[in-house]
Antibody, heavy 116, light 110 residues
Framework: EVQLVESGGGLVQPGGSLRLSCAASGFTFNSYWMSWVRQAAGKGLEWVAN????????YYVDSVKGRFTISRDNARNSLYLQMDSLRAEDTALYYC?????????WGQGTLVTVSS | QSALTQPPSASGSPGQSVTISCTGASSDLGGYNSVSWYQQHPGKAPKLMIYEVNKRPSGVPDRFSGSKSGSTASLTVSGLQAEDEADYYCSSYTGSSNFVFGGGTKLTVL
């Protein structure tokens, strides 16, 4: 069964950092682009970042450039999102998703709350 | 990277058809055929329903169909069923490996 399981969310103060993880199973992880998509409570989806299968290309939405870093460890079948200089507007449920534009598989999400 | 424009709500009776629009610009939706649609039930993760404008992943009923004309994409749900009630989001490639979603449409089955 294809599965993505996110972890690492929590409550953090503005200006703080958090590292999200996504454990993948049931498919050949190193063959796929992977992405992070977030959703604030009661709001729509927002693409955050994606990374090529070999980790050689990374792209970000303008609002997180310079603050977030996407990475992956193909040996561990894991995707990461390092989030620094967090702001209140980064508060959201963060989903890990398999794919490049068309996201075939989604995790259940991990909640990030930025508040003092 | 402005969000694509979707109507906030749509509705139809069981058995009817409903179409949800998604409007962008020539720099995103109008310039590429990488348009996807997602269904999201409350408290659940999104589910891919349509990709590359009009292709259905395995397991998605053929009641769901997609199309595009210029800078507007559409999702049509035929033969509405109670379980189709959900939020629907469109997504498009915007160039430079960036993507954007629409604001979402809440579909109500009357």
């Amino acid at each position: 069964e294809v599965q993505l399981v996110e972890s690492g969310g929590g409550l953090v103060q503005p200006g703080g950092s958090l590292r999200l993880s996504c454990a993948a199973s049931g498919f050949t992880f190193n063959s796929y682009w992977m992405s992070w998509v977030r959703q604030a409570a009661g709001k729509g989806l927002e693409w955050v970042a994606n990374i090529k299968s070999d980790g050689g290309e990374k792209y970000y939405v303008d609002s997180v450039k310079g603050r977030f870093t996407i990475s992956r460890d193909n040996a561990r079948n894991s995707l990461y999102l390092q989030m620094d200089s967090l702001r209140a507007e980064d508060t959201a449920l963060y989903y890990c998703a398999r794919g490049y534009g068309a996201y075939y598989t989604w995790g259940q999400g991990t909640l990030v709350t930025v508040s003092s | 990277q402005s969000a694509l424009t979707q109507p906030p709500s749509a509705s139809g009776s069981p058995g009817q058809s409903v179409t949800i629009s998604c409007t962008g610009a020539s720099s995103d939706l109008g310039g590429y055929n990488s348009v996807s649609w997602y269904q999201q039930h409350p408290g659940k993760a999104p589910k891919l329903m349509i990709y590359e404008v009009n292709k259905r992943p395995s397991g998605v009923p053929d009641r769901f169909s997609g199309s595009k004309s210029g800078s507007t994409a559409s999702l049509t749900v035929s033969g509405l069923q109670a379980e189709d009630e959900a939020d629907y989001y469109c997504s498009s490639y915007t160039g430079s490996s960036n993507f954007v979603f629409g604001g979402g449409t809440k579909l109500t089955v009357l």
